[in-house]
């Protein structure tokens, strides 16, 4: 049974920095594109960041600069490095894992977390 369990959110003021994690277990970790979404109260749910089976990355341009996308394959873990946190970046933010894309469409990944809650005050 696969799961993708988040962690590491929190509250924080603006300008400060979280790290989130997703722990990943039933898959083949090493060969999965990993991705971060988001969804914020009232809006649809949004790209984040991707990183594939070989450590490219791309980010959506209101996060590119201050979040980074990283993996390590050795703790089936992906992280997100989030810095210079701006109220607008307040939403449950959730991972995903498919075999074959790191698209931004969250409907081609075949896996994903329950979330983890992130609000940056203002």
């Known amino acids: 049974q696969v799961q993708l369990v988040e962690s590491g959110g929190g509250l924080v003021q603006a300008g400060g920095s979280l790290r989130l994690s997703c722990a990943a277990s039933?898959?083949?970790?090493?060969?999965?594109?990993l991705a971060w979404f988001r969804q914020a109260p009232g809006k649809d749910r949004e790209f984040v960041a991707a990183i594939n089976w070989s450590g490219y990355t791309k980010y959506a341009d209101s996060v590119k600069g201050r979040f980074s996308i990283s993996r390590d394959n050795g703790k089936n873990t992906v992280y997100l490095q989030m810095n210079s946190l701006k109220p607008e970046d307040t939403a449950v933010y959730y991972c995903?894992?498919?075999?074959?894309?790191?698209?931004?469409?969250?409907?081609?990944?075949?896996?994903r977390g329950q979330g983890t809650q992130v609000t940056v005050s203002s």
């Open positions: 995903a894992a498919s075999p074959t894309t790191s698209g931004r469409n969250w409907y081609d990944y075949n896996y």
């Open positions: 039933g898959l083949p970790f090493s060969t999965y594109a």
